[in-house]
């Protein structure tokens, strides 16, 4: 199986779930999309299809896993196998404390052999290619020394994709919020082992906002990973497709792209406690810098969740928000 990750959308808690996946694939049709990580936990004694049910029309898409122990995260993939997500990604980076006290996320970068015992125990038990997400290295950790020998010892395992966000995790000292902004980005540490590791296929993410940006990038790495700004203003995907994969064809306009989303918030109504605000509250970035995108932030975010709320209320959001020349913009 291949997958194409010259571009992809971070996975992000609370955020990627798969009402914004189904509304990003609206906007690109090649981007790949990772899911929110999921926890061996919540696979092996949660609610399966809960965690890991998606619409086919967010293909390609990835399941990021969070755990640490080789046997419950190969049975994660077995379990996983039956919903044909196109890639499986272990966690190695993420630093909140709900994550370390379960010793997995970024406390694996201080222990590669587990890591590496951890993916090929996936592998052997995954349909989809394994990848790994990690970061350049956690607290006194030397910067490149110990990158390259977790790379080389997880790959040695059989991994061939390692997702690099080129800042180090502080485990202790820095919320999760300030380990997303206060360690400095090191770009230069990932395009170095890109170089030393040319037959590994390395992404980069951190700090990515345009598709200018990207392609400055992708001069050094195989694939980018563009995070929150992909979330606060979606829009920025709309030029992938024909920048980054030779896609000619005309993306959707803002105003189309809600269009779209009406018949799938229809659905979800249909849905046992399905609300519109599932579906509306990854959609309040969609016009950010257009003229109406405060009008249309606002309506949204006090009337989806009235009682009995339905496609109504985004019809007469959409309705503050001009059509205007420039809606689909080359981002």
């Known amino acids: ?34 899911t929110e990580m999921v926890t061996t936990g919540a696979i092996l004694h949660g609610g399966v299809e809960r965690h890991l049910r998606y619409n086919d029309a967010e293909h390609p898409v990835a399941l990021q896993l969070g755990g640490s122990d080789p046997d419950d995260l190969a ?39 587990v890591v590496a015992k951890c993916v090929k125990s996936m592998i052997s038990a995954s349909n989809a290619p394994v990848t790994v997400k990690n970061r350049i290295g956690i607290d006194d950790q030397e910067d490149y020394p110990s990158l390259k020998r977790f790379t080389e010892t997880v790959a040695e395992a059989g991994c061939k994709t390692f997702i690099v966000h080129a800042r180090k995790a502080w485990l202790k000292g820095l919320s999760p919020k300030e380990n997303r902004e206060v360690p400095p980005l090191k770009y230069e540490l990932v ?18 906002k ?23 203003n979606p829009y920025v995907l709309a030029d992938v497709d024909r920048r980054f994969y030779g896609d000619d064809a005309k993306p959707l306009s803002r105003h189309q792209v809600v269009e779209a989303m009406l018949p799938y918030i229809e659905e979800h109504l249909k849905e046992e406690n399905g609300t519109i ?8 970035g969609l016009f950010q ?30 309705a503050l928000v001009p059509e205007q020349d420039d809606e689909v913009l080359s981002a």
């Open 1 to 34: 199986m291949t997958v194409n990750r010259r571009i992809s959308v971070a996975p992000m808690m609370d955020w990627t779930d798969r009402h914004d996946r189904y509304f990003l694939r609206q906007i690109s049709r090649h981007t790949l999309l990772y």
């Open 75 to 113: 049975h994660a993939c077995e379990i996983a196998n039956d919903y044909a997500y196109d890639e499986i990604n272990l966690n190695c980076g993420c630093p909140s404390d709900r994550v370390q006290n379960g010793a997995f996320g970024a406390c694996l970068m201080a222990t590669p052999d």
């Open 191 to 208: 395009y170095q082992l890109k170089q030393e590791f040319p037959e590994l296929e390395i992404l980069i993410n951190g700090g990515i």
């Open 210 to 232: 345009t598709l200018d940006e990207t392609a400055e990038h992708l001069k050094h790495i195989d694939g980018v990973m563009i995070g929150r700004e992909a979330y606060q």
């Open 277 to 284: 605000g599932h579906v509306t509250r990854h959609m309040l």
């Open 289 to 318: 810098q257009m003229r109406g995108a405060k009008q249309w932030r606002r309506y949204l975010s006090e009337n989806a969740h009235r009682k009995g709320a339905g496609t109504e209320v985004v019809r007469e959001a959409l």
